[in-house]
């Protein structure tokens, strides 16, 4: 089912979740429109430039919506239909399920991300984020204990997941519940991105809850400019500023999604390892990569390793990542040296 969106011309793109977007004069026959609507129980919001044309951006609206909501109906947990919820509801598992292209691919690299990371991404984590009350079933009215947490997490690890490319079929050792929470909204910005190209639309900016790709410059010729929020639950702030005219930027951090409970708090992101809510310095993790996909999970991993571990495996994988880091009552900062290209001074 499509998704209502509007669509909106400007010439000042205004901040975005993650975006600080400076106003521009442009050509008399182009601009930068914008098309929004919601998905994945957030919002998008679509720039791209074009001359004037109220058709084209009416089947361009049409065919984001009918792009994202192909994502939302293969992997969500929200949905009792989806393709993923599917699987996660068979009682045997074990024997080679035949699933489609992107979920395939999104499986494939959720994966590959574990492995590289020891396991600080793992998509089998869903029962256990479940039951600290961050999926569809909510918060629970009291936090997990040790006997039950074990139990859910001794279920759970991605090694128990088996791929096969050349069947496009998966299957688990024991049964499984995946959760994509941490890579289906980037795949969304990559998906879009490829339909936006498709149709030849090569000047954008794909945003969905806070993850962005761009390609191409603005009429004027600069770049995109994004901001990197400051890590503060009460109001939205800006810590740095990056130029981009291509490639992907994707945040994690554990300021916005949490609950207290008994004086606690409790991050939405899950160690799956530990099986509890990460509880360490870190406070955002921005990660920039050609795959709005693969910075979405490596900004989950990072967030759960923590800065040291983080950085070091960062510097390892050669990898973009800006982290912000509690220090007293402010924060710290420091990147990889891959990050440096895309700052603004």
Do not use: C
């Given at each position: 089912m499509s998704r209502p969106v509007r669509v909106v011309s400007t010439s000042i793109l205004v901040m975005l979740v993650l975006a600080a977007l400076a106003g521009c004069s442009f050509e008399p026959d182009e601009k930068v429109w914008e098309?929004?609507?919601?998905?994945?129980?957030?919002?998008?919001?679509?720039?791209?430039?074009?001359?004037?044309?109220?058709?084209?951006?009416?089947?361009?609206?049409?065919?984001?919506?009918?792009?994202?909501?192909?994502?939302?109906?293969?992997?969500?947990?929200?949905?009792?239909?989806?393709?993923?919820?599917?699987?996660?509801?068979?009682?045997?598992?074990?024997?080679?399920?035949?699933?489609?292209?992107?979920?395939?691919?999104?499986?494939?690299?959720?994966?590959?991300v574990s492995e590289r990371s020891g396991g600080a991404f793992d998509i089998t984590i869903g029962p256990v984020v479940n039951l600290w009350g961050f999926g569809p079933q909510g918060r629970p009215e009291k936090v997990p204990d040790d006997q039950v947490l074990a139990g859910r997490l001794a279920n759970t690890g991605f090694r128990f997941l088996e791929l096969d490319a050349e069947q496009q079929a998966i299957r688990a050792e024991k049964p499984q519940y995946l959760d994509l929470s941490g890579i289906a909204k980037g795949y969304g910005v990559d998906a879009v991105a490829r339909y936006l190209e498709s149709q030849g639309v090569d000047r954008y900016l794909v945003e969905i809850g806070g993850e962005v790709r761009v390609n191409g410059r603005k009429p004027d010729g600069s770049a995109w400019r994004l901001a990197v929020e400051q890590p503060d639950a009460e109001g939205r702030q800006v810590n740095r500023v990056v130029a981009m005219d291509r490639n992907a930027m994707a945040t994690s951090g554990d300021y916005r999604n949490y609950y207290e409970s008994n004086g606690q708090r409790y991050s939405h992101t899950i160690d799956p390892l530990s099986g509890r809510p990460v509880d360490h310095r870190l406070a955002s993790v921005t990660v920039i990569d050609e795959s709005s996909m693969l910075a979405d999970a490596w900004a989950t991993a990072f967030t759960v390793l923590g800065f040291e571990e983080g950085y070091k495996l960062a510097l390892q994988e050669n990898l973009a990542v800006y982290f912000i880091v509690r220090e007293g009552d402010g924060f710290e900062t420091r990147h990889t040296p891959a990050f440096a290209t895309w700052l603004i001074e």
């Open positions: 098309i929004s609507g919601g998905i994945f129980g957030t919002r998008y919001h679509i720039n791209v430039v074009l001359t004037e044309d109220r058709e084209t951006l009416e089947d361009l609206s049409q065919g984001i919506a009918e792009t994202l909501e192909s994502v939302d109906a293969s992997m969500s947990t929200w949905r009792e239909d989806s393709e993923l919820s599917r699987f996660n509801q068979k009682s045997d598992q074990s024997q080679w399920t035949p699933v489609s292209g992107a979920l395939f691919e999104v499986l494939a690299a959720a994966q590959q």
